[in-house]
C-alpha cells in the first residue's frame, strides 16, 4: 500500500509551506498506517516516526514562542492602561 509514503511526501510538502501543525498530524497518521502494514521496525514507519517527532518539537517551540509574546503584549497593554489612568 503506497498510503504511508503519499502521507510522508504530504507531511514534507507540509513543513516547506511551513504549516508545522499540518505536517505533525500527517505524518503521525502516516506513522501509524505504515505501522499496521508493515510493522514499527520497517524502514518507512522509523522515517515517518521521526519525522512526526522532529514536526511536533518543532510545533511546540513554535507554540511555546507564540504564547511568550502573547504574554509580553498582554503586560504591555496593562502597563500602557495604567500609565494613561494616572494622566
Known sequence: ???PLALY???CTHEHLLQWQLATRTFREGYEYARQLFGEKHTLALQLANAYEDARDHFEKLQKERAERRAKMKSR????RSL???F
Not at 77 to 80: A, R, V
Request: glycine share 8%.
Open 84 to 86: 494613561y489612568r494616572t
Open 1 to 3: 500500500d503506497l498510503l
Open 9 to 11: 511526501t504530504l507531511g
Open 77 to 80: 497593554k496593562q502597563l500602557e
